[in-house]
């Protein structure tokens, strides 16, 4: 792309190369935001394949077991294990 009018040649190269290594570095910061998402979301996979392997999980109402008789009942948040992610998973929803 040629620099637009008013800016000299030397100006809109500095501020091409600028563009080019911001964007390149959230494309690497989206690369690792999606790892460290993926690997949270096999974990949890991985932890619900072995709640129900282990024949602990809870009835198909979709309670959750020891709330029986409570209303109000919520399931326990699990903290995620670490990573760039962490915080997002921990908020909750």
Request: proline share 5%.
């Given at each position: ?13 500095r501020?091409d ?33 072995r ?13 959750h ?10 399931p ?18």
């Amino acid at each position: 792309m040629d620099a637009p009018a008013g800016m000299d040649p030397l100006q809109w190269a500095r501020y091409d190369a600028a563009m080019q290594r911001y964007r390149d570095t959230v494309a690497a910061h989206r690369a690792t935001f999606e790892s460290e998402l993926r690997r949270a979301k096999d974990a949890l996979a991985e932890l619900n394949r072995r709640h129900r392997s282990n024949g602990t999980a809870s009835a198909t109402d979709g309670r959750h077991p020891g709330v029986e008789g409570k209303a109000d009942a919520q399931p326990r948040r699990v903290r995620a294990a670490g990573g760039p992610v962490q915080s997002i998973l921990n908020k909750g929803g």
